[in-house]
């Protein structure tokens, strides 16, 4: 299957800790999004890259999130010093910047719970 | 901003009963539209797509026009099943030109339950 993978599936933390999560896109698609999915709320956008570029970053990505993506294949969202209010489901996207290339591939996303 | 807001949910209908989830949008310009369903335990997955005002997406049996001038993308299905509950999510996509193209923004969700 070359669909896009998340890794871990899930994450229990205590409050306080750093956590650090792994999404590998299709491996032809140029941009990977990051969204947060809260309990009975659609996926809200956090951060986009093109390639190894990050070109847009949502005002609900706190100081504490960080997104790199090195070498423009897959990419690590990190948070620190986790916080209660950031238990959500955190998904990632892919999909290829050409005219018509319009269908986000979503990954199955990794549930944090903050203890 | 943009903006989507589906119906309230939960839906719960008998098999083969008439479906409809309402969906309106806010947006700048003439964004792309789509329906994406999360079966329990799966990953969002797209169901159908418009991209352009008066444009009928399908899939599945299920429908959506892209209607402009009451900012609308209504999901149909004329005959459910069981198979289809599941949670349905509207969302919207600047279209290609501007560096926000592909960023998805999402309405809250419906939850649809068929029961047999």
């Known amino acids: 299957d070359t669909g896009v993978s998340q890794n871990p599936r899930h994450k229990i933390t205590k409050r306080g800790q750093n956590v650090t999560f792994r999404c590998d896109p299709i491996?032809?698609?140029?941009?990977l999004y990051w969204y947060r999915q809260t309990l009975g709320q659609g996926p809200e956008f956090l951060t986009y890259?093109?390639?190894?570029?990050?070109?847009?970053k949502s005002r609900l990505l706190s100081d504490r999130f960080s997104a790199e993506r090195p070498k423009g294949s897959f990419s690590t969202l990190e948070i620190q010093r986790t916080e209660q209010g950031d238990s959500a489901m955190y998904l990632c996207a892919s999909i290829h910047s050409q005219p018509g290339g319009l269908e986000q591939y979503f990954g199955p996303g990794t549930r944090l719970t903050v203890t | 901003g943009n903006s989507v807001t589906q119906m309230e949910g939960p839906v719960t209908l008998s098999e083969e009963a008439f479906l409809t989830i309402n969906c309106t949008y806010t947006?700048?310009?003439?964004?792309?539209l789509f329906w994406y369903v999360q079966y329990p335990g799966e990953g969002l997955q797209l169901l159908l797509k418009a991209t352009k005002a008066d444009d009928k997406g399908s899939n599945k049996g299920f429908e959506a026009t892209y209607r402009k001038e009451t900012t609308s993308f209504h999901l149909e299905k004329g005959s459910v099943q069981v198979s289809d509950s599941a949670v349905y999510f509207c969302?919207?996509?600047?279209?290609?030109?501007?560096?926000?193209?592909?960023?998805?923004?999402f309405g809250q969700g419906t939850i649809l339950t068929v029961h047999p």
């Open positions: 969302a919207l996509s600047p279209n290609a030109g501007g560096t926000s193209y592909g960023k998805l923004t």
């Open positions: 947006a700048t310009g003439y964004p792309s």
């Open positions: 491996s032809e698609h140029n941009r």
């Open positions: 890259f093109q390639n190894e570029a990050q070109l847009e």
